[in-house]
Each structure stands twice: as structure tokens, then as C-alpha cells.
């Protein structure tokens, strides 16, 4: 088990397959000049289906959801998802995306073994997308997401950011719309992961102020607290069901406490936490050679040394070198 000095057993794992992405998001990246990682840098296919297998036969993984950057943009990812669907005991998988692409692939990868997505939509408007991803792709996120509802790789779950002077008004619309559509929206509150080291504690848009915006046009309430588990979103009922709206609050309302995750990056580092300032280097292990019982102690001894909690609140705080999308989200 991958288990830690506070108890937390970790049997979620996050994958990032690429941190390059088609989008711009000015949460997440800069508008140019991001320096990618270099090819022969990135793990390959088969060193990430290895890394899985041990995470799934060895260290108690039940869960693998892949990320990014944009990882639509691997050119692997069905072969991927159809080795880890082969896999004993088969864990669950699960993709995070900004939808680009998935109108042509999400048939492919519900057929390889994907169970679910989540799809990255901050905004209604073409306009106010253009503005926060730098980039006009707005209506292929939407075919994306009706894609996604068609290859049944369901619940789809749509996450979005508020963002403030953009978006910020904007959560009962996209409640309304995503409740009409049969989407599961989650709020995201914003966190100091973006490129360009300029997020304000002071100036983002808290839970407190999504829920009061969504209580303007909908009766909210809260979910019991035994639903939600490790999950990271606090759902509220929406008009008395069935429609559900999460709110991650990872700022004002962490739960580090009851986290369930590890994380590996496209150059195969493991992350014990999103905000984690050290990792731990698989790909040389890896490389050199090792035995799975090798990688899997080394992944161990990393998880040994996670910390109680992201300590965003604390004066002493400081950002992670990598932004969200090298991390992976
Ligand atoms: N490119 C894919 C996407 O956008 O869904 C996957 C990677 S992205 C880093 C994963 C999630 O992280 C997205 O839902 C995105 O909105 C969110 N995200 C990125 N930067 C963030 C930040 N600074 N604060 C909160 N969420 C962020
Ligand atoms: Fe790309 Fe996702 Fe980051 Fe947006 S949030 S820039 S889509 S990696």
C-alpha cells in the first residue's frame, strides 16, 4: 500500500502524459514562452504502462485518471488506456481534458476500456473563451463534450474555473446549462499553480462566493458528508435532485486530511501533492534497470514522506517550481 506517516492511504493515481497543451488557460499557462520537456525526457508508453501495472498489482491503486498539459495530445493514449484496461485487477480510468479532439476520439477511447471524462469548460460565451484559454476553440469543446455523452463515457463531469472580471458571473449559467445538457459541473477554486506565479489569495473567487452566485438561481442542498468520502468535491442537490453541483474548494476548504492520491508526471517524477516542492525520480530507477519490487519500494518511501497538508494558508508558503500543466491537474 502506498500509505503514509499520517495514516492516508493513497489509491488514486493521477497521470500525466504530456505537458505540452493546445490551450492557453491564463490560470495555467503563460502565453508563450513555456519551455517544454524534451522528448527523450518524457517516459514512454510502455514505461508509463509499467509504472501502472506496479501501481495496480503491488501499491493498492484502484483508480487512474490521466492528465496533462492536454493529454488528447499523446499520440499513445488509446494504445494506453487499452493495455491498462488489461490489466490485474483493472482499475478504474478516467480522463481530465480540455475536450479538443475528443469529438474524433471519444468513441476509440471508450471502446479501449476509458470509463469516464471530465472536461475543462470555464465559459458560455465564445468571447470570454478566447480570452481565458488565448485561443478560439470554444465550439469544439462543446462537440467534444457531446461527443463524450454519446460514446457514454459517463458521468461527464465538467469542471470550471471562475475567474474574476471574466467569468466570475457566471456560475448560474453554466449550472443551468450543464443541469439541461446532463453534465456534472464542479467548480474549481483557483490556485497558485499557474505559470506566472500571479495568483492573489485576495482577489480569487472563493466556494463561499460560487455557492452564494448559485443560490440566486437555485435551491442548494448539501450532500451528506459520508458521500463525499476522499472526493475532493463537496456536492450540493441541485432543486431537490437528481442533479448534483460540486464545489472544489482546495483553497478556502482543503482536505488534505482525507486525500487519496499520488501523482507522476510526464518525466516520471512522483508527486505525493499538487502543491509538493520535492519529487522523487522513478525514470532513472526505471532506466537503470530496476526490478518492479525496487520501483515499487522507492514509490513507498515517497508516499512515507508526504505532508500533512498543502499549507496554502501558511505565511511560509511557496509555489511549486512547475505549473499545473507539468505537474498534471
Ligand atoms: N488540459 C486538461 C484540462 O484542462 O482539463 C487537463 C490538465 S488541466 C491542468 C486539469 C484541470 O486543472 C483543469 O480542469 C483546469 O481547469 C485545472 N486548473 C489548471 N490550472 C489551475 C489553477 N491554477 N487553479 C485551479 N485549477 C486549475
Ligand atoms: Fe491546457 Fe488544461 Fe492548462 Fe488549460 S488548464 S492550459 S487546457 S493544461
Redesign the pocket.
Known amino acids: 500500500m502506498l500509505i503514509d506517516t499520517y495514516g492516508r492511504v493513497a489509491t488514486d493515481l493521477r497521470v500525466s502524459l504530456t505537458d505540452r ?1 493546445n ?1 492557453r ?1 491564463t ?2 499557462m503563460p502565453e508563450e514562452g513555456l519551455q517544454w520537456l524534451a522528448k527523450p525526457d518524457l517516459l514512454t508508453d510502455d514505461e508509463i504502462v509499467r509504472l501502472i501495472d506496479i501501481a495496480v498489482t503491488s501499491l493498492g491503486i484502484e483508480e487512474v485518471r490521466f ?5 488528447l495530445l499523446r499520440p499513445g493514449l488509446v494504445g494506453i488506456v487499452e493495455r491498462v484496461a488489461a490489466l490485474e485487477p483493472r482499475p478504474q480510468m478516467s480522463l ?4 479538443i479532439g475528443l469529438k474524433r476520439t471519444a468513441t476509440a477511447l471508450k471502446a479501449a476500456g476509458l470509463d469516464r471524462v ?3 469548460l ?1 465559459t458560455l460565451r465564445p468571447d470570454v473563451f478566447k480570452t481565458l484559454t488565448r485561443r478560439d476553440r470554444h465550439k469544439d469543446v462543446i462537440e467534444g463534450l457531446e461527443a463524450a455523452r454519446d460514446a457514454d463515457l459517463t458521468p461527464v463531469k465538467v ?3 471562475l475567474m474574476p472580471g471574466l467569468n466570475e458571473d457566471e456560475a448560474p449559467d453554466l449550472l443551468a446549462w450543464a443541469v439541461e445538457h446532463d453534465y456534472e459541473l464542479r467548480f ?7 505559470a506566472q506565479h500571479g ?1 492573489k489569495r485576495d482577489g480569487m473567487i472563493t466556494a463561499g462566493d460560487i455557492l452564494a452566485s448559485l443560490r440566486t438561481r437555485f435551491e442548494l442542498t448539501e450532500e451528506g458528508s459520508e458521500k463525499r468520502g476522499s472526493a475532493p468535491a463537496e456536492r450540493w442537490i441541485v432543486n431537490g435532485g437528481p442533479h448534483r453541483v460540486g464545489v472544489i474548494a ?1 483553497v478556502t476548504r482543503p482536505f488534505c486530511s482525507a486525500c487519496d492520491r499520488t501523482r507522476l508526471t510526464a518525466d516520471g517524477q512522483v508527486r505525493t501533492c499538487l502543491f509538493a516542492r520535492e519529487e522523487t525520480d522513478l525514470r532513472a530507477a526505471l532506466r537503470s534497470g530496476a526490478p518492479d519490487e525496487e520501483i515499487a519500494r522507492i514509490w513507498k518511501l515517497a508516499m512515507w514522506g508526504k505532508k500533512a497538508g498543502a499549507g496554502l494558508d501558511d505565511p511560509s508558503f511557496v509555489q511549486p517550481d512547475r ?3 507539468a ?3
Do not use: R
Open positions: 497543451c490551450l488557460c490560470y495555467c492528465t496533462g498539459g492536454e493529454p481530465t481534458t480540455n475536450g471530465n472536461v475543462s470555464d469542471n470550471s474555473v474549481i477554486e483557483q490556485m497558485p499553480l499557474d495568483w482546495s505549473p499545473m500543466s505537474i498534471g491537474g
